[in-house]
């Protein structure tokens, strides 16, 4: 049995030991707390931050909107889980106060006003709240889920991929409003309403100084274990989804729903001017055809017949 170690002689090698272990310095206490602490937390802080995406859209309408109009809000709403809905609002507000106020009470940063005229014409606003720019938009060739009844379908709230056409790196307002449309329409990383999939694809094109969309789903083919196949990737293919819509760009403007024109469409044509040269059109013919009736009149009345000598022959 060994023999017991004196009591001085363990402290002394407690202490040796605590010797050997360097302790941290004691941090300097301020006022307002540990001084050196708060440092070093800052210092990490800094080292760790990153881009973080907080882009909120806020989608409304005008007064009056059609219901085919109506369900394409709805479709884009659909495809933009940070997107946030509102009342609708009357068009002669829409100078750009009354939105702006609207962007500002619900914390967003983008906003897309759908703005219907007579019933019949759609004009979308693209805005920056509250500095700008913001696009004007004639929307044509309108085209909804429910009237299309596609076989493509995607999970709702997904991350798209955006593609754009090579026509978009040409011109610097197509450069502007590609980054209008990436920032709008694409959905922040880790969102808490969206999913984290990239199972659908938005496609803008230019054809004729027009942006076409087109929505198309990704579709990989599986197993029936579920699982992807060997060489699925290089197989997969587009399934259209939907909705079908095209943007002829009107004017550029400088501020939020207003401000200077940065750019203007030369070969922009209202839809009001479309509609009289129609009018015109067929009031020509109409015209054509009171002129010839009285070519008509005067050419009898120049060249009356000759009496028929049988035409009493048959009257008592």
């Not at 070093?40 to 909120?56: H, M, W």
């Not at 703005?115 to 309108?142: H, I, Q, T």
């Not at 790196?169 to 450069?175: C, R, S, T």
């Amino acid at each position: 049995m060994g023999k017991k170690r004196k009591h001085s002689e363990a402290e002394a090698a407690i202490l040796e030991k605590k010797e050997e272990e360097v302790a941290p310095e004691r941090p300097k206490r301020t006022l307002s707390g540990w001084k050196e602490k708060k440092d070093d937390q800052a210092n990490q802080t800094e080292s760790t931050t990153f881009f973080r995406n907080k882009e909120k859209v806020l989608v409304t309408c005008s007064r009056r909107i059609s219901y085919r109009y109506r369900h394409l809000m709805l479709n884009v709403v659909d495809l933009l889980p940070h997107c946030k809905k509102d009342n609708k609002v009357e068009s002669k507000s829409s100078n750009g106060a009354t939105l702006n106020e609207l962007v500002e009470l619900k914390s967003c940063s983008s906003c897309m006003f759908f703005e219907c005229r007579k019933g019949k014409d759609l004009y979308l606003w693209m805005s920056k709240c509250p500095n700008g720019p913001s696009v004007k938009f004639l929307v044509n060739a309108v085209h909804t889920m429910e009237e299309l009844k596609l076989t493509g379908n995607h999970l709702k709230g997904s991350r798209p991929i955006l593609t754009f056409s090579s026509n978009f790196d040409k011109d610097a307002h197509w450069k502007l409003l590609k980054e209008m449309i990436t920032q709008i329409f694409g959905i922040p990383k880790e969102h808490r309403k969206s999913k984290p999939y990239h199972d659908h694809v938005f496609v803008f094109s230019i054809v004729d100084d027009h942006i076409w969309f087109r929505n198309y789903q990704i579709s990989v083919p599986h197993n029936e274990s579920d699982k992807i196949a060997r060489g699925g990737l290089d197989k997969m293919t587009l399934v259209e989804v939907g909705p079908r819509f095209c943007l002829n760009p009107i004017k550029i403007f400088g501020g939020s729903f207003g401000g200077p024109t940065l750019y203007e469409n030369p070969f922009y044509i209202s839809p009001n001017q479309i509609r009289a040269l129609e009018k015109k059109k067929k009031a020509g013919h109409y015209v054509k055809k009171v002129k010839a009736k009285t070519r008509r009149k005067m050419h009898e009345l120049d060249n009356p017949l000759e009496a028929d000598e049988f035409s009493e022959m048959w009257k008592e």
